[in-house]
């Protein structure tokens, strides 16, 4: 597989896969050996270590041995890049993203770990600025012994890392908020380690770190391999909106908030920000691994939530009310992958580009899959009734998402009296649900799997919201009804922030006997999330007048 990669080779044309339009792309089995073993070689401890990055960073020349084999770094280097290029241009993206778990998950290894060492060696060689920030984002999977070392370990590679002095005396707090704060300060995209999950963390109170919300997970977590890369798409779609904006526009926006931004002694952010709404109500959580079936129930009761009939998802978006028109945005985060030589977004299409069908008709077609339209079984007859009883309206059956309805006809044909057949027919398809669930997965994926993963990036441990004033958006998995959403002038991203204090009294709670942070409302931080509207920075018209908030 590197020996084609390397070669510039498409995925289609390389010899280990199995590759039919319209289905999902398969490891031949001949070569699924080698992946199981390439995967198990990727999975050593040794390619987690962030001291391994600066081995293959720092020195002018670098040998990869293993056992008695030795892989020229050219050899890494081109199978890499070529495998990277064809993963996010058009002629393979499909193909990469139909591939099933072991071919799939080895590819996100690859791009997670490998292509990142490869990246950072290559802008070391061509003296490109490198930033701390840039290095935590990439190796947010990385392993150390000491947290603090998720900084002081890359001290070697950094181009600029006057702002920062390792100092091993420090407590944990204290030397990660000094440094996450100098990265915001100091870096130009120092911004993003503000941005992203509070999941990873540990909370019990054995091995809780009590480092402060304000400072993301990124920072000093070790991430799965899959989330890594999701969060990176985040990020990415984030950057989209503030680079809409004009290059100008986000670097004023940046340093005014790096101006006014302060850190208290007790490791307390005082920054300003724009209260814009208060979440009333929430959704589930969607889930997708392991639980594909229940997928199509949590878009069914968001639509709920919100307020969105099935029948307003008109063929012409234009042709849609405000409310569906804010909820398929919010669905997608108002972004669209950009096929290229590296991963990019814009903003989705509503109508056809260059022959290919637009953003909204590819969402519209694969919502109608995973969450279709009810459709009636056919006439039946009335339900059995008691005496004195009042009939009852025959429940209206779900289109497939595979076509089982053949087999329903054939086993319950239409002179069945109508209340036996709707209960039969909803058991066989329960049956054919519950034992095909790979099935499902398989004829979604093959449906269009550029869009089916690009929704995944914007709803993975996402929860839908409504505010106090009725508009939607999407809010990390740990938020609760009272979290307001904030625009903190410089981020990309509104924050979903939990209050501290008494809205009333922001003395009655929360004093650290620090005269500054304590005399301004108090808050920790849930996440990040997409509010439409508000993205970017935007929203400098809408909401509450800017403020001086604390978060801790």
């Known amino acids: 597989m590197f020996a084609s990669c390397a070669a510039g080779k498409h995925l289609s044309d390389l010899e280990c896969f199995s590759v039919t339009k319209g289905k999902r792309t398969d490891i031949?089995?001949?070569?699924k050996p080698h992946f199981e073993a390439f995967a198990a070689l990727l999975d050593l401890e040794w390619w987690k270590r962030t001291w391994t990055i600066q081995e293959l960073a720092l020195p002018s020349d670098i040998q990869l041995l293993f056992a008695d084999q030795e892989l020229p770094y050219s050899a890494l280097k081109n199978a890499v890049d070529g495998l990277t290029r064809h993963s996010t241009e058009k002629c393979c993206k499909t193909h990469r993203l139909a591939l099933r778990g072991l071919g799939f998950d080895t590819i996100v290894t690859i791009e997670e770990r490998i292509e990142s060492m490869v990246s950072t060696r290559q802008q070391r060689l061509d003296k490109t600025p490198i930033t701390f920030t840039q290095l935590r984002r990439r190796f947010c999977g990385s392993q150390v012994s000491w947290k603090r070392d998720s900084f002081y370990g890359f001290l070697g590679i950094v181009t600029n890392k006057n702002f920062l002095r390792p100092d091993y005396t420090l407590s944990l707090r204290q030397a990660l908020t000094e440094a996450v704060f100098g990265c915001v300060k100091s870096e130009s995209d120092g911004v993003d380690l503000l941005l992203g999950e509070r999941l990873f963390r540990p909370q019990d109170p054995y091995r809780r770190l009590h480092v402060p919300s304000w400072v993301s997970d990124a920072s000093f977590c070790t991430f799965p391999p899959k989330w890594a890369l999701m969060e990176r798409r985040r990020l990415g779609m984030y950057a989209s909106f503030a680079a809409s904006g004009g290059t100008e526009s986000s670097e004023k926006l940046r340093k005014s908030f790096v101006k006014y931004l302060?850190?208290?002694k007790n490791?307390?952010?005082?920054?300003?920000?724009?209260r814009v709404a208060t979440i009333g109500r929430l959704g589930d959580v969607l889930v997708d691994q392991g639980q594909w079936l229940d997928v199509p129930r949590v878009l069914t009761s968001w639509m709920d939530l919100a307020g969105v009939k099935r029948d307003s998802w008109r063929e012409n978006p234009e042709d849609n009310d405000a409310r569906t028109d804010a909820f398929w945005r919010t669905m997608i985060n108002d972004s669209t992958e950009i096929d290229g030589a590296s991963l990019s977004y814009g903003r989705p299409t509503t109508t056809v580009t260059n022959d290919e069908p637009s953003d909204y008709s590819r969402l519209r077609s694969l919502w109608a899959l995973v969450n279709p339209a009810p459709k009636s079984?056919?006439?039946?007859?009335?339900?059995?009734?008691t005496e004195g009883s009042t009939p009852q309206?025959?429940?209206?059956?779900?289109?497939d998402p595979f076509s089982i309805q053949p087999l329903i006809d054939e086993w319950v044909p239409d002179w069945v009296p109508g209340w036996i057949s709707d209960f039969a027919s909803d058991f066989i398809r329960a049956l054919a649900l519950a034992s095909n669930q790979d099935a499902v997965h398989d004829l979604v994926v093959s449906h269009d799997s550029k869009m089916i993963y690009h929704l995944l990036a914007c709803l993975w441990e996402r929860r839908l919201f409504v505010t106090n004033d009725g508009r939607i958006g999407l809010a990390p998995r740990d938020a609760q009804r009272g979290d307001e959403v904030h625009v903190i002038p410089g981020c990309p991203a509104p924050f979903i922030l939990r209050r501290l204090d008494d809205a009333g009294n922001v003395n009655a709670n929360w004093q650290l006997?620090?005269?500054e942070s304590d005399a301004v409302p108090q808050y920790m931080v849930v996440g990040n999330g997409f509010y439409h509207g508000c993205m970017g920075g935007g929203a400098q018209n809408g909401g509450a007048a800017e403020e001086k908030i604390a978060l801790h």
């Open 267 to 274: 490791g307390i952010l005082i920054t300003k920000s724009r």
């Open 28 to 31: 031949r089995a001949e070569y």
């Open 377 to 385: 079984p056919g006439a039946r007859g009335p339900s059995p009734t």
């Open 262 to 264: 302060k850190m208290s």
């Open 513 to 515: 006997g620090d005269w």
């Open 393 to 399: 309206p025959q429940a209206e059956v779900g289109v």
